[in-house]
Nanobody
């Protein structure tokens, strides 16, 4: 069974930082693109960041450029999202995804998903 297990969400003050992690099961996940999406209440799922199979190329939404960093562990099975200078508008459920997308920005291109982890940015 394929599983993506997320951790690191929580409550943080504006300007603070969180580091999300997503561990993938199976021995074939090193061959996939990995990505983070988020979804706030009443809004569509939104692309946040992605990283390619080798970890050499990254992609970011304009709203998080300069604040968020995506990376992969050396074994390629764990992906991280370092989130700095968090804003209230970053509040959402964050989902880890894996797949072989034609475009890394479209959530429909990813086959495997984590359960989501809540990130709340508030004073």
């Amino acid at each position: 069974q394929v599983q993506l297990v997320e951790s690191g969400g929580g409550l943080v003050q504006p300007g603070g930082s969180l580091r999300l992690a997503c561990a993938a099961s199976g021995r074939t996940f090193s061959g996939y693109f990995r990505a983070w999406f988020r979804q706030a209440p009443g809004k569509e799922r939104e692309f946040v960041a992605a990283i390619n199979r080798s970890g050499e190329t990254t992609y970011y939404a304009d709203s998080v450029k300069g604040r968020f960093t995506i990376s992969r562990d050396s074994d390629k099975n764990t992906v991280y999202l370092q989130m700095n200078i968090l804003k209230p508008e970053d509040t959402a459920v964050y989902y880890c995804a894996a797949g072989d997308p034609s475009s890394p920005y479209l959530y429909r291109n990813y086959r495997h998903w984590g359960q989501g982890t809540q990130v709340t940015v508030s004073s």
